[in-house]
């Protein structure tokens, strides 16, 4: 079997590479040739033209499904570092979370344990506790594909939305971002009002350390840890609808749970978004399995790997059960929030 083959000191490619521990759903699916840069001047130096197509760039691998077996590159940005507000793309999210924290600056606190690397954040516009990454991010450096030269990207120009951005859209397939540039401050800027912050922070001074605390504890009750049982997280995105069709939820979910019964919401620009997780529950389908996979029991919207031998047909397979149920039943299609490669 052909070994890795050096191009440059900091490049590594290496055929028929096995991605298995590098998407943490724990799908056995191959590329044709992983590529891992480990300098940022050697973008500028890979031969593109002879890699196979397509590339995909990707980052810890925490938010995709491979459908199988990847024909092309997979190229991975494996620049690490921390010590200062920018933050090359390849380093752990929440190691920056951390070193934040360390460092007494607020900004990133309430995305803490949120899988994946630095580059993925400014893709996926990552969010939880009431912060998104386009909040705390101030300037993005790329390697343009097209263009094959380093741009700057501001982040007014990213399109940014609920878990999107451009580079998900018309810019797909375009950028490795190498660098993030997120602001911090000293000034305390807690936010405490959702998913039960601020119930449970303790009652001393608060520090961006006490949020990181926190929501780490109230994260590993919820969600399950990619080192132990395989997933990507939030498998749906909630969907937001118009008032008239969340009144009609609304009675149906009435006619199911007894007249007091109250369908959880919140009002969004453009209408109300409704848990997809409520949804999923309602019916039926927590802890329902198709071979290996699994909707997971204690958070309805997280499909897992429960085998840890599960196919990507048996996650699609129950995915599709989840979607065509909710249609039926809601009339409303969840979209997948894992990327499907
Ligand atoms: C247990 C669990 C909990 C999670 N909780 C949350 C949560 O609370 N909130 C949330 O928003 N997400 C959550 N996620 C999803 C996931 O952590 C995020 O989407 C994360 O940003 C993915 O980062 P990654 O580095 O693994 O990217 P990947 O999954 O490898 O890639 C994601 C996308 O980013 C692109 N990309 C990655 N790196 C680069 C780069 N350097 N340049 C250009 N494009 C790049 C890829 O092409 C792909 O389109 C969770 C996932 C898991 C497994």
């Known amino acids: 079997m052909p070994g890795p083959d050096r191009a440059s000191p900091m490049i590594t490619k290496t055929p028929s590479y096995d991605l298995s521990p590098r998407n943490t759903f724990r799908m056995k699916v191959k590329c044709a040739l992983y590529v891992e840069v480990t300098e ?10 002879s890699l196979p197509q397509p590339v995909f760039v990707m980052g810890g691998g925490s938010n995709l499904l491979f459908r199988g077996d990847f024909p092309g590159t997979v190229l991975h940005f494996g620049v690490t570092g921390l010590g200062s507000a920018t933050v090359p793309a390849g380093t752990v999210f929440d190691d920056f979370c951390a070193w934040a924290a360390s460092e007494n600056l607020w900004g990133p606190e309430n995305l803490s344990l949120i899988p994946g690397e630095c580059g993925a954040s400014a893709v996926q516009n990552i969010g939880a506790y009431g912060v998104e990454a386009k909040d705390i991010i101030a300037g993005i450096r790329a390697w343009d594909m097209l263009e094959r ?12 939305g609920y878990r999107t951005s451009r580079f998900k859209t018309e810019w797909k397939g375009r950028f490795i971002i190498t660098s993030v540039t997120y ?7 807690p936010i405490l009002d959702y998913g ?8 001393v001074p608060i520090t961006p350390q006490l949020i990181r605390d926190t929501i780490i504890a109230i994260r590993r009750k919820k969600l399950p840890d990619p080192e132990e049982i395989g997933s990507a997280g939030s498998f749906f995105c909630n969907p937001v609808i118009s008032k008239e069709h969340f009144e009609q939820i609304v009675k149906t979910a009435k006619e199911d749970n007894g007249p007091d019964y109250e369908v959880p919401h919140y009002e969004v620009p ?10 999923i529950e309602q019916c039926g389908f927590k802890g329902a399995t198709n ?3 699994q909707v997971y029991h204690n958070q309805p ?6 085998s840890g031998n599960a196919t990507p047909e048996e996650i699609i397979g129950l995915e599709q059960r989840v979607i065509d149920t909710i249609y039926t039943k809601y009339g409303i ?9």
């Open 196 to 203: 039960g912050v601020r119930k449970a922070v303790p009652d």
């Open 333 to 341: 299609t969840l979209h997948p929030e894992v990327e499907h490669v």
């Open 40 to 49: 940022e001047a050697d973008l500028p130096a890979l031969d593109w033209d």
């Open 291 to 293: 071979g290996g996979a």
């Open 149 to 160: 030269k380093f741009v700057d990207i501001d982040p007014a120009d990213c399109q940014y």
């Open 301 to 306: 919207l997280v499909i897992v790997n429960a």
């Open 270 to 279: 453009g209408g109300i978004k409704v848990p997809a997780a409520w949804m």
């Open 183 to 189: 602001k911090l401050s000293k000034e305390p800027k």
